[in-house]
């Protein structure tokens, strides 16, 4: 799923043996350590990576990092991609959750994406030095936003050095008033005359003479690169004097231009054609320089091993040598010849035989780099057309989008192939409106100029576009969107090899949702069976649906065997949010068929990660968690999660998440019996209509109403349960309608209806327990069993009510001895514990005594007893007090 990275990216220059050693500045670095930061700032050419390479080198019990960064990094997700890249060379599964984060969710904040790398990091054992080389060349305030932020917070493991021309735009000022950054510039790291002469005497034949040192420094004034070049230029001359003499003559001249012209006046003619043939190139190697050129590869390869060996600023990327690239400096200074010497046309044609080796070898970036320098818009929408399918089933859609954006809008709007992926991009940011716009703007164009298409073209456009309105169109007649649905299918079984898995999940979700559960897996068991090409993470996405809808169809051995292979792959793969949402989907399962332990299992692993699927996922299994604790009498575990799950919404800053979670604490207050605590949320609640699965508020308000019981609560948790109806209904997932079925049941039988609540809860054992759903009716205490063995006098309930039943009596007999002796107060007699147990239905002292056939004395006794053991002085506490003991189950 991660898209191709250029691994020469993360080498620090190779230095050979001939480097000046320069103590003074290595000192300096290793006193920046104990800041956070060490920024490394002065022109081009100074050799400021040479020093730090120097430095990293020498660094004892530390590790080192090292990320070369382009203009193709301005852009947030790909600058992420390669700083986590770049981080796992050292520790290499650190910070993996950054890494899915910035390819699935483009929303996540900032503030959560340095959150996770400083907690990564700061569990690491050694140290790291991170360096950023050419920081110069980011100038995406995002970016930078992020880099404060994470050097603000970095933990005592991370040192940061920024390498760069000039200084970013960070906050300096304040970091230096708090000791946190330490600075190289260009006054230190200028050579002295001492270091010019040193560098002299160590690369000279003979010995220099004074007045060449005292000309160089005074002419380069310390500049590194022009100490070199001045080498190369006196290399095999014996003529010092009159090298120095002719230098000081053009004093007219910028001294790089005479120093560069020097050089390669002095190289064959071939060499000078390949060097600034080649200079157009940020890297190269062989094949890629035989290409531009037009020669054969051992040519190339012979004047790239003639440039190493005269030493004329190559630099090998990898190790052992395959990459290379010249010094930034030189490389300037021979594009300047470049333009000199050749025509546009010429140059033109150099980028576009880059353009055609690199796309050939998939590194689609850089061929766009080298068309959008010509400029040929026209080469680079073709180009996109040619790698759009692929780069959508790689989930890819920051790319796809910063790809996208090298296109002029008015060629864009003639493109409709362009024009459909950036809908999807905006389908996946959930922008329909802007979807909306630039699908008809697609149709448009597919029903006008039809005879530009060829036949595989057109019918996969139309299913996409079919696709996207179905997406985006909510409100459709469900005939309608059914024989749409049908329509794009029958264009896109033929042509799976030539699309997405984004269209194919849109088409199989909808049929979901119009209740055509077969036809949703005829979708994607066809998809999983033609399209073995795509790639991992989108097989895995239709394998995922393909479990939800075995889910949804009461096939649970299917669904658990999808949900269980897609984990496999993840934890093979390290697909992080394919390996979340498979535990998403087992932890639903075990759910409902009362498998606690998977359950918990589950459930954890989402919980703590809830950035990975925008916090949705976790809602769901967090509100599971806190019923699943009440069930085992461990409350308190709850809020621990809660609080926990409450920071991580804050970072990431989303306010649905942000009010899930604070209904989340209501219902884990409810479960603790703080009763009062959590009526205050339910009662302060506004009433909204549901839109997702994944919103948990009105279950969990029609939860903290029953608990309260009073008849103006009941209403209002009528109201709650009425909209679960309503949503679940049409949303065709089983063990949601059986909750809310359950959760109406208890509404009717608190309001003395129980022939309503009866008929509810026959409703839900039906539709639930034949699909080995009894997890779906644990955790709702005596007045569940009451109603079940209601329907015992039911011939069609029955049977599934007696299995229901069978695994309440073995849940009572298991919590009652889990219970810790040691925090419950003096034993509760059998009686009393009955009278508890209505007094927590909100059963009077008449209905307790009519129920039991008792006296009213007789309540009253038992009553006053129960306050004392408890150690409370009314009924509502008493309750409170029971469950936070547990001796009464969870309220529902």
């Not at 479990?547 to 984990?567: D, P, R, T």
Request: with cysteine; glycine share 4%.
């Amino acid at each position: 799923m991660t898209p191709s990275l250029l691994r020469t990216k993360f080498q620090k220059p190779i230095l050979g043996d001939r480097i000046l050693l320069r103590p003074r500045l290595l000192q300096r670095l290793d006193e920046g350590l104990a800041a956070k930061v060490t920024l490394v700032t002065a022109a081009a050419g100074y050799g400021k990576s040479t020093v730090v390479g120097s430095w990293i080198d020498a660094l004892a019990a530390r590790h080192d990092a090292w990320l070369s960064l382009d203009e193709e990094d301005n852009h947030f997700p790909r600058f992420l991609l390669y700083l986590v890249a770049a981080i796992n060379t050292c520790y290499p599964h650190c910070c993996q959750d950054v890494s899915q984060l910035v390819q699935e969710h483009t929303d996540a904040t900032i503030e959560m994406l340095t959150t996770v790398i400083v907690n990564d990091l700061a569990q690491q054992a050694t140290p790291l030095v991170l360096v950023l080389d050419d920081v110069h060349r980011i100038n995406d305030a995002a970016i930078f936003a992020f880099l404060t932020r994470l050097i603000e917070y970095a933990p005592s493991q991370l040192h940061l050095v920024l390498i760069s021309r000039v200084d970013p735009p960070l906050p300096l000022n304040r970091w230096r008033a708090r000791g946190f950054l330490s600075e190289l510039r260009l006054h230190d790291l200028s050579f002295s005359r001492a270091e010019t002469a040193e560098f002299l005497r160590g690369h000279l034949d003979h010995e220099p003479p004074a007045a060449l040192i005292d000309t160089l420094h005074r002419r380069t004034e310390g500049w590194v690169v022009g100490n070199w070049l001045a080498l190369l230029a006196l290399r095999g001359r014996t003529d010092y004097a009159e090298f120095a003499l002719h230098f000081e003559e053009n004093a007219g001249r910028y001294a790089a231009d005479y120093l560069v012209d020097e050089v390669l006046s002095a190289q064959p003619a071939d060499v000078q054609r390949f060097l600034v043939s080649t200079a157009i190139l940020n890297r190269f190697c062989a094949e890629l320089s035989a290409a531009v050129l037009q020669i054969d590869s051992d040519e190339a390869q012979a004047q790239i091993a003639y440039l190493a060996r005269v030493n004329l600023f190559l630099i090998e990327l990898s190790t052992p040598a395959f990459w290379y690239r010249y010094h930034h400096q030189f490389q300037d200074m021979l594009l300047s010849r470049l333009q000199m010497r050749y025509g546009q046309a010429a140059i033109a044609d150099l980028h576009r035989r880059a353009a055609a080796w690199l796309a050939a070898h998939r590194l689609i970036g850089e061929a766009l780099s080298h068309l959008a320098a010509i400029p040929d818009h026209a080469a680079i929408a073709d180009l996109i057309e040619q790698q759009r399918v692929n780069t959508l089933n790689e989930l890819a859609f920051w790319e796809l989008e910063a790809w996208l954006s090298q296109v002029p809008q008015p060629l864009l709007n003639q493109r409709a192939h362009l024009l459909v992926s950036m809908a999807w991009v905006k389908h996946d940011r959930v922008d329909n409106e802007a979807c909306r716009d630039l699908s008809e703007r697609a149709k448009i164009l597919l029903q006008h100029e039809s005879a530009l298409f060829s036949e595989t073209d057109r019918q996969v456009l139309t299913a996409e576009l079919i696709a996207l309105e179905l997406s985006t169109e909510p409100g459709m007649h469900p005939e309608t969107s059914r024989a749409l649905i049908r329509q794009s299918w029958a264009l896109l079984r033929r042509n799976l090899t030539h699309t997405h898995c984004s269209v194919v999940l849109s088409l199989a979700y909808a049929s979901q949702q119009l209740g055509d559960l077969g036809f949703a897996l005829e979708i994607v068991r066809a998809t999983l069976a033609e399209a073995s090409a795509w790639p991992l993470v989108a097989r895995c996405r239709i394998a995922h649906a393909a479990g939800f809808f075995y889910f949804c169809s009461g096939n649970s051995a299917e669904a658990v065997q999808q949900f269980q292979q897609n984990l496999v792959l993840a934890t093979q793969h390290n697909l992080l949010i394919i390996g979340i949402i498979s535990r998403h989907g087992l932890g639903a399962v075990a759910d409902v068929q009362n498998r606690l332990e998977d359950a918990e299992e589950h459930h954890l692993n989402v919980v703590n990660r809830p950035y990975l699927t925008s916090g949705r996922d976790a809602v769901v299994d967090m509100y599971a968690l806190i019923g699943l604790y009440a069930r085992r009498n461990e409350p308190k575990k709850s809020r621990l999660l809660v609080e926990q799950l409450k920071e991580e919404a804050q970072l990431m800053g989303k306010s649905f998440f942000l009010e899930q979670v604070t209904a989340l604490q209501a219902y884990a207050d409810l479960t603790c019996g703080d009763v009062k605590r959590a009526l205050r949320w339910a009662l302060g609640t506004m009433h909204h209509e549901m839109e997702t699965t994944a919103d948990r508020i009105p279950s969990i308000r029609a939860r903290i109403l029953l608990a309260d019981g009073s008849d103006a609560c009941l209403a209002l948790a009528d109201q709650s349960v009425q909209r679960l109806i309503k949503f679940y209904s049409s949303s065709h997932v089983w063990y949601r309608q059986a909750e809310a079925l359950i959760l109406l049941a208890l509404v009717r039988e608190k309001q003395a209806n129980p022939d309503a609540a009866t008929t509810h809860l026959t409703a839900a054992v039906e539709l639930a327990v034949p699909k080995g759903g009894v997890g779906l009716f644990m955790g709702y205490g005596v007045v569940m069993v009451h109603m079940l063995r209601r329907l015992r006098h039911q011939p069609t309930t029955s049977k599934l009510a007696d299995l229901v039943l069978v695994v309440l009596d073995a849940e009572e007999e298991s919590r009652s001895q889990n219970v810790d002796s040691s925090d419950l107060p003096d034993p509760l007699t059998e009686r009393e514990m009955e009278v508890l147990e209505l007094l927590a239905d909100r059963y009077t002292n008449k209905e307790i005594a009519r129920q039991l056939i008792v006296s009213h004395h007789t309540v009253r006794n038992h009553t006053a007893s129960i306050y004392d053991k408890l150690q409370v002085s009314d009924r509502r506490a008493a309750v409170a007090r029971a469950h936070a003991l547990g001796l009464l189950p969870a309220s529902p």
